[in-house]
Nanobody
């Protein structure tokens, strides 16, 4: 059973940075996409960014210019560098890995507050 585990969340002040990491417990067959989503209280889960096996990336409007996704398909690992964090970025951040099957992590809490 593949497990996907996120780490790196925490409490930061507005304007600060965080780097989230996500790794799968074992190789995912056919892995071609890795993504970060987030879900704020009372809101639906939304895509933050994804990276494909060809290293192409896509970002939500709120993430563009502040967040950077990077990944290593061979290592089943994906990162999300988040800079200039805002209170609106407060959410649980989830990692998703997509291959022949799709796997979600349990999430890591990011809280941006002064």
């Amino acid at each position: 059973q593949v497990q996907v585990v996120e780490s790196g969340g925490g409490l930061v002040q507005p304007g600060e940075s965080l780097r989230l990491s996500c790794v799968a417990s074992e190789s995912i067959f056919g892995l071609y996409k890795m993504a970060w989503y987030r879900q704020a209280p009372g809101k639906q889960r939304e895509l933050v960014a994804h990276v494909m096996s060809d290293n192409s990336t896509n970002y939500s409007d709120s993430a563009k210019g502040r967040f950077t996704i990077s990944g290593d398909i061979a290592a089943n690992t994906v990162y999300l560098q988040m800079n200039r964090l805002k209170a609106d970025d407060t959410a649980v951040y989830y990692c998703k890995m997509v291959g022949m099957n799709m796997y979600w992590g349990q999430g890591t809490q990011v809280t941006v507050s002064s």
